[in-house]
């Protein structure tokens, strides 16, 4: 069983920054697939970022390219989620995901609100 807890979400204006975090639990998280979900309202869950295991690569939705940079500290069981240049669309509650031998986990989600 994986824990997943998110931490950073808030309101912040068109154009603002915010920084997401996800802590998980175990100690094997170097061998944990990472990722970043959406859902705002009305609409189903979507990927926003992901980060692998053992080297890191990443991969993004086209939504956020350039904008969005995930990475992660397998020392702290961490992964974090650099959103910039933030637009009314994306506001929407964020999940953390660990997928851990095809098994997917999720956290309970953080709020990001993007005002005009």
């Known amino acids: 069983q994986v824990q997943l807890v998110e931490s950073g979400g808030g309101l912040v204006q068109a154009g603002g920054s915010l920084r997401l975090s996800c802590a998980a639990s175990?100690?094997?998280?170097?061998?944990?697939?990472m990722g970043w979900y959406r859902q705002a309202p009305g609409k189903e869950r979507e990927f926003v970022a992901a980060?692998?295991?053992?080297?890191?690569?990443?991969n993004y939705a086209d939504s956020v390219k350039g904008r969005f940079t995930i990475s992660r500290d397998n020392t702290k069981n961490t992964v974090l989620l650099q959103m910039n240049s933030l637009k009314l669309e994306d506001t929407a509650i964020y999940y953390c995901?660990?997928?851990?031998?095809?098994?997917?986990?999720w956290g309970q989600g953080t709020q990001v609100t993007v005002s005009s």
């Open positions: 980060i692998r295991r053992g080297i890191g690569i990443t």
């Open positions: 175990g100690r094997t998280f170097g061998t944990y697939d």
């Open positions: 995901n660990a997928q851990v031998y095809s098994i997917d986990y």
